[in-house]
């Protein structure tokens, strides 16, 4: 049958369809913004990448992982956890990625198991060994937001690491390393909350997510009541986004409820905030791209991505190139506080070199900094 | 380093799909969820579109053809996911969980209420309704605001098509709403 006959007839009326047009755009609007989808593009990168290019043929022998770190890169659209009302703009996604698993993957994930059980290097894959399930899981971690006093709240990286094909195999994977914040404390000021911390059984069902801890916390290594709040919830985040469910989180201790850090009692479930208060929680300025040390191409424009909850959504920036500001300017999150915007920031094309990125939220009453992040990465 | 083709470097092809992904990750989600009502589902086909951009990487000329390419690699994979419905099933399997409509929360029924107040529910169901090929030009159309052009480029038919399907699907969709109210 032929379509012909069915074009838009010359003495179509103009407006005829004005009303069914506006309801569909309206139905499809507010129909598809209740879709939140997770985020994939660590998952869509690690794939490429064990795919190969098109013309490569299907082997992936030798090849190498290329950005071990950076394949969490330039993540630009996380909005970690937060659920919002339908917002069809700037859609926040509700948890962050986690890959699909792949191959033969140890039952007992851990930062070490970063090296495949046979010794091979981790920078190749399939060179006879069965491959490690390498993926690039969101950790959260308890740091300062960059005021005065200093206020603490929760940051989000993306860590490489092996995991299991389980929920819980990720859940515990990515548990283990949000215990461990000794890698970023001197850099970016994570306190170390869970200091001789070990994680025990993780259990993950579509309505709990069970920790087991080793013990309930040492009360000396989270001295206020509200760093040993950020503790648990730094768990709670990391827990959520590595099974990608906004489910409550309990804690035992060897088996058991009990007072973690002393203070908080464990018998109930904890879980992530509402959307409108992920303030509590989350840090008020997060970078997500670039990437921690991310090594970007020369000749492509740079553009800074990340979350925000600012007053009246302002936040001012400046690029340096060691001691010399490079740029500056001002840039609007999507949405002000107390929700959480996405903002991002064109740099242009930038000459080789290593920079760091800086965005704070200056106060409206005199100026001073309210909250900041840096980030540093290198273009070549 | 640089194993991938004449484009560049993997670093190149990782920027590029990193670039897409932030301008059209959610809006083919949603896309592709609007075409298969799965949301799972509808992450599956978008995320295997994106891979197969980045393989083909090097063969696309610019960023508006490999987003041309990305749209097509999706309307075709909803289109498949659609016809086996296998999509669902493989991942409740795989990850125990419920297939069903995004959103099995708390806010479920107040969001069905907001929903059925708007007659978004009785639009959405004419909508299903409709052949497939006017459900997917109507969907680019007014979800996406493709032009006749990239709809037609997408699904591989001319611009008249799109056009007829366009006003065919409408048609349609004013009846029943007519009749139903």
Do not use: C
Not at chain 1, 51 to 68: F, I, V
Not at chain 1, 117 to 144: C, D, E, K, M
Not at chain 1, 272 to 287: G, N, T
Not at chain 2, 171 to 179: F, G, K, N, Q
């Amino acid at each position: 049958m032929s379509d012909r006959t069915d074009f838009l007839h010359p003495d179509f009326e103009p407006g005829e369809f004005d009303r069914v047009e506006r309801q569909l755009r309206q139905a499809l609007a507010t129909d598809a913004a209740r879709v939140r989808p997770h985020d994939r593009l660590d998952a869509i990168l690690g794939a490429a990448h064990d795919a190969g290019p098109a013309a490569g043929g299907s082997s992936t022998a030798g090849r190498r992982w290329l950005l071990p770190v950076a394949a969490a890169a330039a993540v630009a659209v996380i909005a970690g956890g937060i659920w919002v009302a339908n917002r069809p703009d700037h859609p926040p996604q509700p948890l962050p990625p986690v890959n699909t698993s792949r191959g033969t993957a140890p039952t007992t994930p851990s930062q070490s198991a970063t090296t495949p059980p046979s010794g091979t290097s981790t920078s190749t894959r399939g060179t006879g060994a069965p491959p490690a399930t390498q993926t690039s899981l969101p950790v959260y971690f308890v740091g300062p937001i960059g005021d005065s006093k200093p206020t603490y709240k929760l940051f989000r990286e993306f860590v490489r690491t092996s995991v299991g094909a389980t929920p819980s195999d990720r859940a515990k994977a990515a548990l283990v390393l949000a215990i461990n914040a000794q890698p970023y404390s001197n850099t970016d000021g994570y306190l170390q909350p869970w200091s001789g911390q070990t994680i025990g059984a993780v259990r993950v069902t579509p309505q709990l997510i069970t920790v087991d801890l080793a013990n309930a916390g040492n009360p000396d290594a989270a001295v206020t009541p509200e760093v040993r709040r950020l503790a648990v919830q730094e768990l709670v985040w990391t827990a959520t986004a590595a099974v990608q469910k906004s489910v409550p989180v309990r804690f035992t201790v060897n088996g058991s409820p009990a007072a973690l850090f002393g203070t908080i009692a464990s018998t109930g479930s904890f879980t992530r905030p509402a959307a409108a208060e992920s303030w509590r929680d989350l840090a008020p300025i997060w970078v997500d791209s670039p990437t921690r040390d991310q090594v970007l191409p020369a000749g492509k424009a740079v553009t800074v991505t990340g979350q925000a909850t600012v007053f009246e959504a302002s936040l001012a920036w400046d690029l340096r190139r060691g001691a010399t500001t490079v740029k500056q300017g001002h840039t609007t999150a999507s949405i002000g506080a107390p929700d959480r915007g996405q903002y991002s920031i064109e740099l242009g094309v930038l000459p080789s070199g290593t920079y760091t990125i800086h965005v704070w939220e200056p106060s409206a009453k005199d100026g001073s900094v309210q909250a900041e992040r840096s980030t540093s990465f290198t273009v070549r | 380093m640089a194993e991938r083709g004449r484009d560049g470097s993997v670093s190149a092809a990782d920027a590029g799909i990193a670039d897409l992904y932030a301008a059209h990750w959610t809006g083919l989600v949603r896309l592709a969820w609007l075409l298969l009502r799965d949301d799972l589902g509808a992450e599956e086909v978008v995320q295997d579109a994106f891979i197969a951009t980045h393989r083909h990487w090097g063969t696309l000329r610019d960023e508006a053809s490999a987003a041309a390419y990305l749209r097509r690699a999706v309307v075709n994979g909803a289109r498949s996911g659609l016809r086996h419905r296998g999509v669902e099933q493989r991942y409740t399997q795989r990850e125990g969980r419920e297939p069903g409509v995004p959103g099995a929360r708390a806010e479920d029924s107040a969001e069905a209420r907001v929903l059925e107040r708007e007659g978004t529910t009785a639009m959405i169901a004419a909508l299903g309704r409709l052949p497939q090929r006017q459900r997917e030009v109507l969907t680019m159309r007014y979800y996406l605001d493709l032009s006749e052009a990239e709809i037609a480029d997408a699904l591989g038919i001319s611009a008249g098509s799109v056009k007829a399907h366009a006003h065919r699907g409408l048609a349609s969709l004013r009846d029943r709403m007519e009749t139903a109210s």
